[in-house]
């Protein structure tokens, strides 16, 4: 299946990251956006040419604007572009097959999808042409879509690098509505409340909220346009979170009603009858946790992390890795945190758990002040 030449219509974030990934794996990629300053950026930073395609030679035309945009500009796709397969990488898929299936364009060279890979920045500064390496990509078929089209946007997404899921376009749009959509509205909520925290509060600000609130920094204009999108699937949702939240609420009263006085000022454990109602949620979050796949859409895997010292030195990241590569240990994930106060920072080693307890002696032999290795499994990313 050939995918050159092809035209990539909005040269935002993904748009522009999908020019990157296509033009870095050698195919000739063309661009629009309605902002010629965008284009302009897109190509500066390697996402193809401003030099307008010839419509009959084009193999695949890539629709990458807002969710409002995406149907008339696909519609306009298919007649400009006679021979192409036409996709997009809008979040929801329903409504924009409806719009087709009212249109008088070709739907059978159209095949919608959506990278899971994103980011909270707008704009083509911002793409990478490894956005969609070893992430999901669903590619959403219809009833009259051509097999070549299917096959067509199948070699798209392998030409990104990432990782193809066939989905119906409903199950789609459920499916993210409970892992993206949601999880959205919960970084806003929670984002939201930080405008009425105090700015000395804040600073103690962990990682924690920074990871929980991220995706909050997101163009709410494209946002809007999202969830309004896929407020069928997403409603039912709020409101069982709404159901929970409250559940948690009363839990968290029961606790407090259940501890004795001088218990609950101390703020020690209570022992009263409503003391272990929270525990069911706070476990519920760990097992839902440990449900998401783990690294390249593989089975969840449980690592353990271990937490090693490491000088604000000049090598001591090299040397380090050097080590445990010595160990023969492969790393599954890294983070560090920096100490406020020494010079100095904590990088948690994420290793299969089996090599855990050796890396540690390698590396507490080597030198290195290693945090015991945590007892309990790690939960994916
Ligand atoms: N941001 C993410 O994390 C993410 C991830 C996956 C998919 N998506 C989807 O990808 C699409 C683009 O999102 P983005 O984050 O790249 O947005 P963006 O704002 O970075 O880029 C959108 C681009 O489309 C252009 N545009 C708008 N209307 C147009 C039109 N009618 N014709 C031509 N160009 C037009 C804009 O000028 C802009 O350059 C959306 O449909 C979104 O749902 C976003
Ligand atoms: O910001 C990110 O990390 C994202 O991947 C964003 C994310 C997501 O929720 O997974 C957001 C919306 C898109 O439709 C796809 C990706």
Redesign the pocket.
């Known amino acids: 299946m050939t995918i050159s030449p092809a035209v990539v219509?909005?040269?935002?974030?993904?748009?522009a990251s999908v020019g990157c990934a296509l033009t870095a794996a050698g195919h000739r990629v063309h661009l629009?956006?309605?902002?010629l300053s965008?284009a302009r950026v897109a190509a500066g930073v390697g996402a193809g040419t401003l030099d307008p395609a010839v419509g009959t030679e084009v193999a695949l035309v890539v629709v990458?604007?807002?969710?409002n945009?995406?149907a008339?500009?696909i519609i306009d796709g298919l007649h400009r572009f006679p021979y192409a397969t036409v996709t997009?990488?809008?979040?929801?898929k329903a409504g924009v097959l409806n719009a087709l299936w009212d249109s008088d364009a070709d739907v059978a060279r159209y095949v919608g999808s959506?990278?899971?890979?994103?980011?909270q920045f707008?704009?083509?500064v911002t793409a990478r042409a490894d956005l969609f390496t070893d992430r999901t990509w669903v590619i959403a078929p219809h009833r009259k879509s051509a097999q070549a089209a299917t096959d067509t946007v199948r070699e798209l997404v392998r030409a990104c690098r990432a990782q193809e899921v066939i989905m119906d376009v409903d199950v789609h749009d459920a499916a993210v509505a409970r892992v993206s959509h949601l999880p959205h509205l919960m970084s806003v909520l929670m984002a939201g409340r930080l405008t009425e925290v105090p700015a000395e509060q804040l600073q103690l600000a962990g990682q924690g909220l920074r990871d929980v609130t991220r995706i909050a920094g997101?163009?709410p204009g494209?946002w809007q346009?999202?969830l309004g999108a896929n407020s069928g699937a997403l409603l039912p949702e709020l409101r069982a979170i709404q159901d929970q939240l409250g559940e948690l609420i009363k839990a968290i009263e029961d606790d407090r009603a259940g501890r004795p006085e001088p218990a609950r000022r101390n703020g020690q454990d209570g022992t009263g009858a409503g003391a272990s109602e929270l525990r069911p949620h706070l476990e519920r979050g760990v097992a839902g946790t440990r449900r998401i796949p783990g690294k390249h859409g593989a089975a969840p895997v449980q690592y353990r992390r271990l937490v090693v010292e490491i000088p604000d030195t000049p090598g001591a990241l090299s040397r380090l890795f050097a080590g445990v590569g010595q160990a023969g240990v492969n790393v599954e994930d890294i983070a560090i945190q920096h100490d406020p106060d020494r010079q100095l920072g904590y990088l948690s080693l994420a290793v299969d758990p089996d090599q855990a307890d050796a890396l540690s002696t390698a590396m507490t032999a080597a030198g290195w002040v290693v945090g015991e290795p945590d007892p309990s499994p790690d939960l994916p990313d």
């Open positions: 219509i909005g040269t935002g974030l993904v748009g629009e956006d309605r902002s965008h990458a604007v807002p969710p945009a995406l008339p500009v997009d990488v809008g979040s929801v959506h990278p899971m890979a994103g980011s707008s704009g083509p997101s163009d494209l346009q999202i």
